[in-house]
């Protein structure tokens, strides 16, 4: 994982629903439910957030009082082995 900004995968079909996202990802054929907090982590990742930013809108989502760095890398984490999000230069649908 990199602290450079995470993406959302292309061709994604994002849905709103009352408790997160449903997320369908043609590629691997999948489904996806995301919960409140991986919501907002999967929203964040437009290529022009890193980490760090992540981090402190989720504490501040949740008023944490302080950066969320674990939450927020956990929650990635768990995004890019969906192959939800890829950071620029490695194409999560490539491989």
């Given amino acids: 994982m990199s602290d450079r900004a ?3 995968a292309a061709s994604l079909e994002v849905h709103e629903a009352d408790d997160g996202l449903v997320i369908y990802d043609p590629v691997h054929d999948m489904v996806h439910h995301l919960n409140p907090s991986a919501a907002i982590i999967f929203d964040l990742c437009d290529g022009a957030r ?22 927020a890398l956990a929650g990635l984490k768990e995004l890019a082995d969906r192959n939800l999000i890829h950071w620029d230069g490695h194409d999560a649908e490539a491989g």
């Fill in 50 to 71: 890193d980490v760090e930013a992540i981090a402190t809108t989720l504490s501040e989502a949740y008023r944490m009082g302080g950066p969320a760095r674990d939450q």
């Fill in 6 to 8: 995470p993406r959302k």
